[in-house]
């Protein structure tokens, strides 16, 4: 009798340690998890409405003020390779003055 319930005995400890086994591995994979998911997140980067609304409005302004410049410069003209020449430096010449207006953090 004494050898029955020692063996059961042994078998449910067994059992737990085996339970307590995969409860720490489960517990160490969510740990990993967690560090890949911390090393990916740019703390203080989060965009709001309000910042993504106005960088919205600056890229439509831009885009705007180079259209219009490109009719502008066609109706003055009526020249196809000026329009052309006006894109190309237009296109060049964009970015420095975005970055001259509106500074660095105008993404």
């Known amino acids: 009798m004494s ?23 489960e517990r160490e994979r ?14 203080g980067r989060r965009r709001t409405a309000q910042v993504d609304a106005r960088v919205r409005e600056r890229r439509a302004t831009i885009g ?7 009719v502008v410069t066609y109706l003055a003209t009526r020249s196809l390779p000026i329009v052309i020449g006006v894109l ?15 500074g660095r953090n105008s993404r």
């Not at 969510?30 to 703390?43: I, N, S």
């Open 3 to 25: 050898k029955e319930r020692a063996r059961r005995r042994e078998e449910r400890e067994l059992a737990a340690a085996h339970r307590q086994s995969a409860l720490q591995a």
């Open 64 to 70: 705007s003020l180079l259209l219009v410049v490109v």
């Open 88 to 102: 190309l430096v237009a296109a060049v010449a964009l970015p420095a003055l975005v970055t001259t207006l509106f």
């Open 30 to 43: 969510a740990a990993a998890r967690a560090r890949r998911r911390a090393r990916f997140r740019l703390p």
